[in-house]
């Protein structure tokens, strides 16, 4: 089996019931991300937060560590934004916010993860109508990604949370429908472990247009603590010919930093077929 490369979650701050583990500035979690092994790091951070570019490319240089992705939640769950809405203004910000996301990852050289700011399709609405709102305000996202060399990664996430793109066909079927072409496939294995009837062959259906992967548990919980055949797991990613990060974005427990480390442990194990 293939050695694999691995990020970790990180954010300023968050709540302990977000799936996030390493907190503090980008810089500190580069240097914690690299002392654990990790290869890369994973960000949440907001569109328009005050960042030394200069000071983080120091980190990384003498961390070793990369940024795997830069993650938008924030512009939706903080800034109220997403990409369908009835408001004009709204979907105006954020599409507005995503540009500016995409000269953030230009700078620190990473992509972007679009989830919750696609948003959510109302009530009674018509679904052609918002996804179709949804094609138009990513295609030009995509465009503008595309000369900054900076990929779209949309997550396929479980219907408790949002409805849209809740499976990897549905996902893939949009993009393919679409003039998307720097818009990728990112799956979650929580969430694949909700929505998808068959997770390896959601991997599959992703193929070369896979380009972000998050590892945790079906409970959430860091690999290892649930029912998910990760072994299995890493197959079908080999099979599919993915070459990404695997990002461990899961619940802080036992606490933020043990967990972390038990999460690429556990997959270590895996890889060498020493999990059992």
């Not at 009835?86 to 050289?109: C, Q, R």
């Not at 799956?187 to 193929?207: K, N, S, T, V, W």
Request: hydrophobic share 40%; aromatic share 8%; proline share 3%.
């Amino acid at each position: 089996m293939k050695n694999w490369k691995y990020s970790v979650s990180s954010a300023d701050a968050a709540p302990a019931t977000a799936p996030l583990l390493l907190m503090g500035t980008i810089e500190e979690n580069l240097i914690k991300a690299g002392r654990m092994g990790y290869d890369a790091l994973e960000v949440h951070t907001r569109e328009d937060a005050d960042l030394d570019i200069e000071a983080i490319k120091k980190a990384m240089q003498e961390s070793g560590v990369k940024l795997s992705s830069i993650v938008t939640g924030r512009l939706n769950t903080e800034g109220h934004c997403d990409l369908i809405s009835d408001e004009p203004y709204i979907t105006k910000s954020a599409v507005e916010g995503m540009k500016k996301y995409v000269d953030l990852a230009s700078a620190l050289d990473t992509d972007l993860i679009l989830g919750w700011v696609r948003g959510k399709v109302p009530a009674g609405g018509s679904r052609k109508k918002y996804m179709a709102r949804l094609a138009r305000n990513l295609k030009e996202i995509d465009s503008y990604a595309g000369e900054k060399h900076v990929r779209i990664l949309i997550e396929v996430i479980n219907r408790y949370e949002i409805n849209t793109f809740n499976t990897a066909e549905e996902l893939m079927t949009f993009l393919e429908e679409h003039d998307l072409p720097n818009c990728y496939a990112h799956l979650d294995a929580f969430h694949m472990a909700i929505d998808e009837e068959d997770p390896y062959a959601a991997i599959q259906r992703c193929g070369s247009r896979l380009g972000y992967f998050h590892l945790a548990d079906n409970s959430r919980k860091y690999p290892g603590t649930g029912q998910f055949d990760f072994a299995r797991l890493l197959g079908a990613l080999e099979k599919a010919g993915y070459d990404g990060y695997l990002s461990v974005e899961c619940l802080p427990w036992p606490n933020n930093e043990e967990a972390a480390e038990r999460a690429l442990a556990y997959m270590k194990k895996v890889e060498s077929g020493s999990n059992q």
